[in-house]
């Protein structure tokens, strides 16, 4: 593989898959790398080997990094597993591939606390940008994007009744998107149909055939690489905190 290009984006999770797609999409010319292996396993791509993989020791270690928490004082001591994903598509191949946008508030929080950039008003395009509803686009949601989203389907009679019951005895409101309006009420999950790098990494991009690189061919621009890395969400503020910088960065 090519070892120059404009940007080099550093851990291939969900962030780091939707950058390098941007990027590329820009014409840049971009080198997107992972400290995992591959992500070609039904691990990854087949919903609900999610129980499976995070309780068989020898499937975890290979898509994992390993974390457990310190000793929790209100859990009898124990040391809490912390799953991170270890391979491409970070976190985003070994989840529950449930979609649930952050709490508008958390992000309005932000912004007032002087995260410029980060209020729900401002990072809404990019939500809407990167999905593909299943009921179509509206003020809040977007349509055609490289993530197709929809409802759980085949809700048992159960869950249907549960729903139905928080309704009309706890006054818990049926709402019917909690990625639109509000996310406080019942309502079933919605789903994202694909894991990260089909969605984003894989189409225009070519695998280093010795490891999880991937270069995205486009245009040179410039002789100087810029790099961004995202490590996700443990790794980024640890690797922060030794360099002893100030983390900076916008929505996607
Ligand atoms: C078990 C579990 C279930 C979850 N369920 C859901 C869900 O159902 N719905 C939902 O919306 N969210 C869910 N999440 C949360 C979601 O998956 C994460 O918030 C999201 O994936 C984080 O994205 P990220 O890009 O910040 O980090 P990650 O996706 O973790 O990506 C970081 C990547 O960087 C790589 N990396 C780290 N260091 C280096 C380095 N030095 N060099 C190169 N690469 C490096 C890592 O290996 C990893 O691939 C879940 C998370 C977990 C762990």
């Known amino acids: 593989m090519d070892q120059s290009a404009d940007y080099i984006v550093a851990g291939a999770g969900s962030a780091g898959c939707v950058l390098a797609r941007r990027l590329a999409q820009s014409g840049a010319t971009v080198i997107l790398l992972e400290a995992g292996g591959l992500d070609r396993t039904r691990l990854v791509r087949q919903p609900g080997m999610i129980a499976i993989f995070h309780n068989v020791p020898a499937l975890k270690k290979r898509l994992d990094w390993g974390y457990y928490t310190a000793p929790q004082a209100s859990a009898l001591g124990r040391r809490i597993p912390q799953p991170r994903g270890r391979v491409l598509g970070g976190s985003g191949s070994i989840n529950g591939m449930l979609f649930v946008r952050g709490n508008r508030k958390n992000y309005d929080d932000w912004a007032a606390a002087g995260c410029t950039g980060w209020s729900y008003a401002d990072v809404l395009p990019s939500f809407k940008r990167l999905e593909d509803w299943e009921d179509g686009a509206s003020a809040l949601r ?22 139905e019951a928080l309704a009309a005895t706890a006054g818990v409101k049926k709402i019917d998107d909690y990625n639109g309006e509000s996310q406080e009420g019942a309502t079933v999950f919605q789903r994202r149909r694909s894991v990260a790098t089909p969605g984003w990494a894989a189409p225009s991009s070519r695998p280093s055939a010795s490891s999880a690189a991937r270069k995205f061919p486009g245009p040179r621009r410039s002789r100087t690489s810029r790099c961004t890395r995202c490590p996700g969400p443990i790794r980024s503020p640890t690797r922060t905190h030794r360099s002893g910088r100030r983390s900076t960065s916008a929505p996607p």
């Open 142 to 163: 977007g349509s055609g994007g490289p993530v197709k989203v929809t409802r759980q389907k085949d809700l048992t009679p159960a869950s249907q009744a549960f729903i």
